[in-house]
């Protein structure tokens, strides 16, 4: 099989819930990261043989698949194709798995993996909107559970005991480090500039971030879930819009078209997991990926696991023994937001950049998703 790199990687900033993003279509913001990925790398889009876009709210503004029009929003050629996926949180991770799937096959040269989500036009659960997914078998199978991932995060909170004020030390320190690394400017090079208004605003920093969070302030925050719960707004990622796109090709055909890569895409896995604790998938999934690839655990130096809410990151390290300095170094989801279909497009960019900043050999990426499925992908550095 054929080595597939990562040539480039981008995102916009992340808005907050009617933020500075609320007012773009899902369809031109996606268009504002493929136009990006076209002026850094200098490729003719002609050439990119599909687009494969993640959208969990696959409804109004997204509808109809977005990742088709986020191609003829961008001014790509019309032979351009598109298609999105829907893998839940996952999705734009997935659609780097199917992309790097398709070019190592050889089946494909030149793909374009990434996602948007635009939440505050589509709003959470809008897709489920006057109907169940579930159905009466799902529900009788699992004892007409809620299937709600913030029960969920409950529940994974009870089992590895975690309490109140662990989960808001680990909230409040995802904030600490995202606004540490904008300070240093570590996201500077892969945000790409959103217009907004006729007058030349324009969105390139990260709204979600609140500087400042403290244990002490978080105590003040009422459950979410549960009246007597652990989780609240602030140990939960922040309802988020963004977008974020990664060219992916072979070694050989980035030769050819004059691009160096940032990665080589070592291997990415999928599990399913308790649909009812729903979010530990990434536990397994970091260990399919790192066995099948034939690396340690103690040889990656960064990872990527999404902070849907801070029990999810806490029992992987306690699962895992990672060394808790090297997950989510710049700040996770928790502080940074969750654009649902966008967030693994979003994290993959974020560890590429920072494993290129620091010359880190290994990065690991995992998502929890709804329904009980995980991503696991495992890059590195190119040489």
Not at 251 to 260: D, M, N, P
Not at 270 to 289: C, H, K, R
Not at 299 to 307: H, L, R, S
Not at 327 to 334: H, S
Request: with cysteine; net charge negative; proline share 5%.
């Amino acid at each position: 099989m054929r080595e597939v790199v990562i040539v480039e990687a981008v995102r916009t900033a992340v808005g907050r819930r009617n933020g500075g993003l609320a007012g773009m279509h899902a369809a031109d913001l996606s268009a504002v990261v493929l136009g990006a990925l076209v002026e850094r790398t200098g490729i003719d889009p002609a050439v990119v043989d599909d687009v494969v876009w993640g959208c969990v709210g696959q409804v109004g503004d997204q509808s109809s698949n977005i990742g088709r029009y986020a191609v003829l929003a961008a001014g790509w050629p019309e032979s351009v194709p598109g298609t999105t996926v829907n893998r839940a949180c996952g999705s734009s991770q997935q659609a780097l798995d199917f992309a790097a799937q398709a070019v190592m096959s050889g089946q494909q040269d030149v793909v374009v993996a990434g996602g948007v989500e635009v939440m505050s036009r589509v709003p959470l659960g809008a897709a489920k909107a006057g109907g169940t997914p579930y159905g009466p078998r799902v529900l009788a199978r699992y004892q007409d559970f809620s299937f709600n991932q913030g029960i969920s995060a409950e529940l994974i909170a009870q089992k590895w005991g975690f309490d109140r004020t662990r989960l808001d030390e680990f909230s409040a320190l995802s904030h600490q480090r995202a606004a540490a690394a904008q300070d240093r400017g570590a996201f500077e090079a892969q945000i790409v500039p959103v217009p907004v208004s006729a007058d030349g605003a324009t969105v390139t920093v990260d709204e979600t971030v609140r500087r400042g969070t403290t244990v002490e302030g978080l105590a003040g925050l009422r459950p979410s879930f549960l009246e007597d719960g652990l989780i609240h707004a602030g140990s939960s990622s922040p309802i988020s819009d963004g977008a974020a796109a990664l060219l992916v090709t072979t070694r050989e055909k980035a030769r050819a078209l004059g691009l160096t890569p940032i990665v080589s895409y070592r291997f990415g896995t999928v599990v399913g997991a308790d649909p009812v604790l729903m979010l530990t998938g990434p536990i397994p999934a970091t260990e399919q990926v790192l066995r099948k690839a034939g690396v340690g655990l103690a040889e990656v130096g960064a990872f990527e696991v999404n902070e849907a809410f801070a029990p999810i990151p806490l029992a992987w390290l306690a699962e895992t023994g990672a060394d808790p300095a090297l997950l989510n170094p710049l700040g996770g989801a928790i502080a940074l937001g969750h654009p649902l279909g966008a967030s693994g497009a979003v994290l993959m960019t974020r560890l590429v950049h920072h494993m290129r900043d620091q010359g880190i050999r290994y990065g690991l990426q995992t998502m929890c998703e709804g329904g009980g499925t995980a991503n696991a992908t495992l890059v590195e550095l190119a040489s």
